[in-house]
């Protein structure tokens, strides 16, 4: 059973729209979401993240919010841009207190296509 | 400053034919990690180390084996090479507390 998962394999925006990318876990134990971007044979590279004390967090022009009742978290990018097509993972980290590992456990990837 | 690094890049193997993928990280991060990646199912992790000294299994372990060297270093091998450990493999780094891991460029391995 997948603990976090990202139910659409693909998502097309045109340039300068937004891009919302949307990712569900069923943990309630997970205490930090991140995002990661990849672009092909590179490796991942991290985005932007959030803590389970938050809602929200901004950073230029990606925004990432987490509905925790809904066990939800969803990825804006605003405008985007051609750059941005690359395949997006959300990722949970599970709190461990003084075991922390730092474990985290992946989506199956989101690839955004952002036409010019 | 390189972050992490990891050799080989690319690597060919027939069934059966073992092989070590090397990987070294200049963060000073405590924890290192290895994953693969298969289409459609995300980054699955092998093995983690959580601190020098210290190795634990991860979603799926089976057929691999891992060496903290030191630190900086974190080996994965395979032994005898199986056709279904045909992957992309990344190693990653991370100050545990922070959450966000650093990855590596990947080393893309086909098994014959």
């Known amino acids: 059973d997948q603990q976090v998962k990202q139910n659409s394999p693909s998502l097309s925006v045109q340039e300068g729209r937004i891009s919302i990318l949307n990712c569900d876990y069923t943990?309630?134990?997970?205490?930090?979401f991140l995002w990661y971007k990849k672009y092909p044979a590179e490796g991942p590279t991290f985005l932007i993240s959030?803590?389970?004390?938050?809602d929200k967090n901004e950073d230029g022009r990606f925004t990432v919010f987490l509905n925790k009742s809904a066990k939800h978290l969803s990825l804006h990018i605003v405008p985007s841009q051609p750059g941005d097509s690359a395949v997006y993972f959300c990722?949970?980290?599970?709190?461990?207190?003084?075991?922390?590992?730092?474990?985290?456990?992946f989506g199956q990837g989101t690839t955004l296509q952002v036409k010019p | 400053n390189a972050g992490v690094t990891q050799t080989p890049k690319f690597q060919v193997l027939k069934t059966g034919q073992s092989m070590t993928l090397q990987c070294a990280q200049d963060?000073?991060?405590?924890?290192m990690y290895w994953y693969r990646q298969d289409p459609g199912m995300g980054l699955r992790l092998i093995y983690y180390?959580?601190?020098?000294?210290?190795?634990d299994k991860g979603e799926v372990p089976n057929g691999y084996n891992v060496s903290r060297l030191n630190k900086r270093e974190f080996s994965l091998r395979l032994e005898s090479a199986a056709p279904s450990q045909t992957s992309v493999y990344f190693c990653?780094?991370?100050?545990?507390?922070?959450?966000?891991?650093?990855f590596g460029p990947g080393t893309r391995l086909t098994v014959l």
């Open positions: 963060m000073n991060h405590n924890s």
């Open positions: 990653a780094s991370s100050e545990a507390r922070q959450g966000a891991q650093y």
């Open positions: 990722a949970a980290k599970e709190a461990g207190g003084s075991s922390n590992t730092g474990k985290l456990i």
């Open positions: 959030i803590s389970s004390i938050k």
């Open positions: 180390s959580a601190s020098e000294g210290t190795t």
């Open positions: 943990n309630s134990m997970f205490d930090y």
